[in-house]
């Protein structure tokens, strides 16, 4: 990839391993642009559910999922440290972050048709002066020439402990043990899907973060984007 075409740098792992946050850190630092392909899968389902309310997603027909996810209107703007979304002007990140729409989320990203009409649309978000990409498949499919791969993982249990407390913090009433099965069935379902695993990239950098708070995880990650991305532009 020449110097000058704008670079991309994937952030790819399952739910809970702080990949969001580091995210927005790496993008503030580098000033490029950022991009939450998972929440183009949460969007999905929120417009699913909005379209079908009741209904569950399995039994929709998927030229029709297919469609909703081809026509989403989706933009991204970083305000005080944090990632705004919106669809159509409306600003709907809380509206997608409850348990309820992830795990719908896990079930339209396992949709084949979804995944190639939601492909373009990631590549698209690639801009100069370059794209910080989060998500699940990011290094393997969507940017597999991306200059810097890393793969965050942790155990579901640190993970689940994790999302407890930011929903406890938010003031919403979770189960801890629900939450552990429910990221447990989300990655198996992730990993085992037919069309883009979840998995590492053969050349990511694989960081284990279950002992590892965010600072240090964001650390770990900023050298190696300065080792690679700096070393990339100069």
């Known amino acids: 990839m020449n110097k000058n075409s704008p670079q991309v740098i994937c952030l790819d792992g399952p739910s809970g391993v702080g990949k969001g946050t580091i995210c927005l850190a790496v993008a503030e630092h580098l000033n490029w642009h950022i991009l939450d392909s998972g929440s183009l899968y949460r969007i999905t389902a929120l417009v699913v559910s909005r379209q079908f309310p009741d209904i569950d997603v399995t039994t929709i027909d998927v030229a ?46 396992a949709i084949p048709a979804v995944r190639e009409a939601l492909l373009a649309r990631q590549r ?29 993982t942790a155990s579901p249990e640190e993970r689940a402990q994790r999302r407890y ?20 069935l989300r990655d198996e379902r992730d990993m085992n899907r037919e069309t883009a695993p979840l998995k590492p990239a053969s050349d990511a950098i694989i960081i284990d973060t279950t002992e590892l708070d965010i600072q240090h995880v964001t650390l770990a990650v900023m050298n190696w984007v300065n080792e690679r991305v700096n070393a990339r532009l100069s």
């Open 64 to 109: 029709q999922l297919a469609d909703i996810a081809l026509n989403l209107s989706v933009s991204y703007q970083q305000v005080d440290n944090d990632l705004v979304i919106l669809l159509g002007g409306e600003d709907i990140t809380k509206l997608i972050r409850n348990e309820e729409m992830g795990a719908k989320a896990s079930q339209v990203a």
């Open 124 to 152: 698209a978000f690639l801009q100069q002066p370059g794209l910080v990409a989060d998500g699940r498949d990011m290094g393997t499919v969507v940017f597999p020439d991306s200059v810097l791969k890393i793969y965050l």
């Open 165 to 184: 407390k930011q929903l406890k913090d938010k003031g919403i009433d979770v189960n801890l043990s629900s939450l552990v099965e429910d990221l447990r």
